[in-house]
Every structure is written in structure tokens, then in C-alpha cells.
């Protein structure tokens, strides 16, 4: 298995600002996606953030909303840029593969809100 | 393309009465399928999963799902509902062969009354 860990568990951003979210796993992962659950909805994937390239964002998404790094295969960044309160959501990370095989293990999100 | 609809947006039952959540998959392979909790505040945690192996699956916390290709059906289901089973559930399919992109349902939200 793996423990997944966010960093900040929650804040409060004013619009136009920009935050960096912090994802640690303690295993290495071969993948690591990042996911939005708008309040009251369902989670929807982002992007896939791959080591050592740029990400792959899915639609709708882009580099420069959310721009994402991961520097190894235990961490990774998400940043929500240029926020208005429409990007008040919940960030989760998730990883997969590598030393936990098959099975995609969440981080515990990150609580946005904006003002 | 891959999705699931998951049919009751809430279910109510008494503790210690039967669990049934509702899932049904749209998948032009053969699916992987997935049941996820969240807790309030708390993270998502896989109960179980099916990547075509036996058709009924067994997950944690004596929950199981059975795997029916013919009726496009992933529900999930448990004999005795507890206080702490209350929790929001997920169905979720895979969107690739390899595990990897997933697909939410919408969720249902089960309430467990004593």
C-alpha cells in the first residue's frame, strides 16, 4: 500500500493569487494524477503528472491554470493560478503503479477556497 | 468511452440491515471497476476492485460486489450496515487498460440510522 500526504490540508486564497500544492507519497509510483472535486460533485481528473516531462492535462485543463512538476517519483506539484472563486474545490493526488501495482491510493485533498 | 452511473444519489438503511449501492458501467472493453469511500473529511480509500477475475469480488470491511457483463452491473453490497459505514461511496471505472485514469461516478451517499 501507500500513504499519500497533502500539503496544506486547507486554505483560504484571495482572487488572483496563485497556491502550490504539495503531494508526498511513501513508496515510489510509476504515475501520479491529480484530480478537482468541485463542492457537492464528483472527482474529475486534471492531468497526469509524469516524471521528468511536462504534464498531460486532460480536457479543459491547462499548463497555465495548473501548472504541474514532478521531480521524482515520490512527489509532485500542483499550482492553481490566477484563482477565482469558480477554482474553490477540493485537490486531490493520487498515485499508481511501481511498488504499489495496480491499485491508485489518495492523498487526504487539499481544501481551496477562494474569495 | 468509459463511464458509470451510479443510480441513487442517497440511500438511507437501519443499522444492521442489508447495504445495497447501485452501479451501472458503459465500457467498449473489458472494464476494470472500482469502489471508493469518503469520509467525511477524510481521503478516499479503495474497498474493492474488479479486473476480470472472479466475478464476485470481495473488499474490506464486509463489503463485496459481483460483476455482471450481461446486466452492465458493478453494485456493491453488504449483509449488516454499521454506524461507521455512513460515508459517501464511489463507483469508478478505468478508462485505459492499465488502471491508471479513472472515472468517477457521482456518488451515493449512504446514511445508516440506529
Known amino acids: 500500500s501507500a500513504v499519500i500526504s497533502q500539503k496544506p490540508s486547507r486554505d483560504i486564497c484571495q482572487r488572483g493569487t496563485s497556491l502550490t500544492i504539495q503531494c508526498q507519497v511513501d513508496?515510489?509510483?510509476?504515475?501520479m494524477f491529480w484530480y478537482r472535486q468541485q463542492p457537492g460533485q464528483s472527482l474529475t481528473l486534471i492531468a497526469t503528472?509524469?516524471?521528468?516531462?511536462?504534464?498531460?492535462?486532460e480536457s479543459g485543463f491547462v499548463i497555465d491554470k495548473f501548472p504541474i512538476s514532478r521531480p521524482n517519483l515520490t512527489f509532485s506539484t500542483l499550482t492553481v493560478s490566477n484563482m477565482s472563486p469558480e477554482d474553490s474545490s477540493i485537490y486531490l493526488c493520487?498515485?499508481?503503479?511501481?511498488?504499489?501495482?495496480?491499485?491508485?491510493?489518495f492523498g487526504p485533498g487539499t481544501r481551496l477556497t477562494v474569495l | 468511452a468509459q463511464s458509470v452511473t451510479q443510480l441513487d444519489s442517497h440511500v438511507s438503511v437501519s443499522e444492521g440491515t442489508p447495504v445495497l449501492l447501485r452501479c451501472n458501467y458503459s465500457?467498449?472493453?473489458?472494464?476494470?471497476l472500482f469502489w471508493y469511500v469518503q469520509h467525511p473529511n477524510k481521503g478516499l480509500q479503495l474497498l474493492l476492485k474488479?479486473?476480470?477475475?472472479?466475478?464476485l469480488v470481495k473488499g474490506i470491511n464486509g463489503f463485496e460486489a459481483e460483476f455482471k457483463k450481461s446486466e452492465t452491473s458493478f453494485h456493491l453490497t453488504k449483509p449488516s450496515a454499521h454506524m461507521s459505514d455512513a460515508a459517501e461511496y464511489f463507483c469508478?471505472?478505468?478508462?485505459?487498460?492499465?488502471?491508471?485514469?479513472?472515472?468517477f461516478g457521482t456518488g451515493t451517499r449512504l446514511l445508516v440510522s440506529p
Open positions: 493520487s498515485g499508481s503503479g511501481g511498488e504499489v501495482m495496480d491499485t491508485q491510493y
Open positions: 513508496s515510489q509510483v510509476t504515475m
Open positions: 503528472a509524469n516524471q521528468g516531462s511536462e504534464a498531460t492535462y
Open positions: 465500457s467498449s472493453y473489458s472494464p476494470s
Open positions: 474488479y479486473t476480470s477475475a472472479a466475478t
Open positions: 469508478v471505472v478505468s478508462r485505459d487498460t492499465g488502471f491508471q485514469k479513472l472515472v
